[in-house]
T-cell receptor, first 114, second 113 residues
Framework: AQSVTQPDIHITVSEGASLELRCNYS??????LFWYVQSPGQGLQLLLK??????LVQGIKGFEAEFKRSQSSFNLRKPSVHWSDAAEYFCAVGVNNQGGKLIFGQGTELSVKP | DVKVTQSSRYLVKRTGEKVFLECVQD?????MFWYRQDPGLGLRLIYF???????EKGDIPEGYSVSREKKERFSLILESASTNQTSMYLC????????????FGQGTRLTVV
């Protein structure tokens, strides 16, 4: 069955420090992978997506993610975190079933220390 | 500006009531989704629809039903609300067959007392 695992429920980083959020997926075919962000009281916003090609993808707000097929991972990174990045982050895999649906991970809540 | 609109931000209902959560999108998307969001569990798919009158169960359909009579509108129905259905409910839409961006509504926080 398809699934997404985000091993870290909560991460705290200092402002200006680098960030890596982990995501592992389970899917038999070529995965379509996404990262979404949910700021407090807001809906989800797409940060970036991977379908094929270059395994390092760039997104909005200075985020990037690297697809590693051998590790079934799609980790999200940012070189320098800003206080406004505090939010919940969700990794998702697209499943080619009846027009496509998204399976989400459990989410990682990011706190940023001044 | 693309939009997915959920009819209520906050809702309080009594146990046993029939509850309707409404979602409307203005992007002519074929796919529409209902997710439930709970702390530590992420977003879990309740139902999705890939066309008018077409629906498919997600991971946690028990206690819920859906209706899609028009392309732009997707309703989630709690036949007899229970306290364990207290949660945040998120609606989303996306184009059919292409793994492009899914657009989300702001969510409805439902409390069943």
């Amino acid at each position: 069955a398809q699934s997404v695992t985000q091993p870290d429920i909560h991460i705290t980083v200092s402002e200006g420090a680098s960030l890596e959020l982990r995501c592992n997926y389970s899917y038999g075919a070529t995965p379509y992978l996404f990262w979404y962000v949910q700021s407090p009281g807001q809906g989800l916003q797409l940060l970036l997506k991977y379908f094929s090609g270059d395994t390092l993808v760039q997104g909005i707000k200075g985020f990037e993610a690297e697809f590693k097929r051998s590790q079934s991972s799609f980790n999200l990174r940012k070189p320098s975190v800003h206080w406004s990045d505090a939010a919940e982050y969700f990794c998702a895999v697209g499943v080619n079933n009846q027009g496509g649906k998204l399976i989400f991970g459990q989410g990682t809540e990011l706190s940023v220390k001044p | 500006d693309v939009k997915v609109t959920q009819s209520s931000r906050y809702l309080v209902k009594r146990t046993g009531e029939k509850v309707f959560l409404e979602c409307v999108q203005d992007m002519d998307h074929e796919n529409m989704f209902w997710y439930r969001q709970d702390p530590g569990l992420g977003l879990r798919l309740i139902y999705f629809s890939y066309d008018v009158k077409m629906k498919e169960k997600g991971d946690i359909p028990e206690g819920y039903s859906v209706s899609r009579e028009k392309k732009e509108r997707f309703s989630l129905i709690l036949e007899s609300a229970s306290t364990n259905q207290t949660s945040m409910y998120l609606c989303a839409s996306s184009p059919y067959g292409l793994f492009t961006e899914a657009f989300f509504g702001q969510g409805t926080r439902l409390t069943v007392v």
